[in-house]
């Protein structure tokens, strides 16, 4: 925790944790576990969601709602100036607003073969997994350096390139493999700013995303996520790992 000390008094001021995708499922699991842990929390959400609305109400300014959507720049930049005077720095950032496929909200890889895979698909797609992230960092630059903050990039092991030996999935898993070059380069240029970025994949998890048969609960995920990240060192930066901190395959 960071020490703020004014006239008068000495404050401790807990740790700022910025989440996109935070209206439901992971992001949402996210936002609750880091205000349990004590963090300040930024939702970033595109519409919001009763669950977040709830928390905002019995948590006032340890919640911070913003309107985000990631896959739009404009937004991003909106949203870092929605909190100009509200937030110093960014612990921890969860870029973990995302896509999976226009024709299926499940994993059902038979709808996203070759005969529905469409140009907007993978632009909208790519747009929100790949570029937001990237832009999500270039634009909370200066928070995230004075937080010298921890990045999780949530990617999946569809994004693995030599893992990948089934059909369809177009869209969803070139944007993830993109993300984790991506994050390669950002490890790189961002080495002696003091921010760790890694890219990592939360497991199959029961969302609307993952579907109800998935194996992992998102409360799982999530905590051992945040261990994950608690761990980081400089030396860190740029791997892939999953959940419980084991390495995965590029």
């Known amino acids: 925790m960071a020490r703020d000390v004014q006239p008068g008094r000495d404050r401790v001021t807990p740790p700022v ?19 349990a842990r004590g963090d300040r929390v930024v939702a970033g959400t595109r519409r919001g969601s009763p ?26 930049i909106a949203a870092r100036r929605a909190v100009e005077d509200r937030v110093a720095a ?39 997994n790949a570029a937001g992230p990237i832009l999500m960092v270039r634009h909370w630059l200066d928070l995230l350096e004075a937080g010298r903050a ?29 993300l984790n070059i991506m994050t390669r380069a950002l490890a790189a240029e961002l080495a002696d700013r003091g921010i760790v970025p890694i890219a990592i994949t ?8 993952g ?24 030396d860190d930066a740029g791997r892939f790992l999953d959940y419980q901190g084991e390495p995965q395959p590029w």
């Open 202 to 209: 939360p497991g199959w998890v029961r969302t609307a995303m």
């Open 51 to 76: 669950e977040l609305e709830t928390l905002a109400a019995r948590h006032g300014e340890r919640l911070i709602v913003v309107t985000l959507d990631a896959g739009e720049e404009s937004s991003i």
């Open 90 to 128: 960014v612990s921890l950032l969860v870029n973990n607003a995302g896509l999976y496929s226009h024709q299926s909200r499940n994993w059902n890889p038979r709808a996203t073969l070759l005969a529905t895979v469409s140009g907007a698909e993978l632009l909208d797609v790519y747009r929100v």
């Open 150 to 178: 921890r990045v999780l990039n949530l990617s999946s092991l569809m994004g693995s390139v030599s893992h990948k030996t089934s059909p369809g999935d177009y869209a969803y898993a070139a944007s993830k493999a993109a």
């Open 17 to 35: 944790s910025l989440i996109t995708g935070a209206s439901a499922g992971i992001g949402l699991e996210f936002v609750r576990q880091c205000i």
């Open 211 to 234: 579907g109800s048969h998935a194996a992992i609960a998102p409360e799982e995920s999530v905590r051992g996520m945040l261990d994950v990240a608690a761990s980081l060192g400089p």
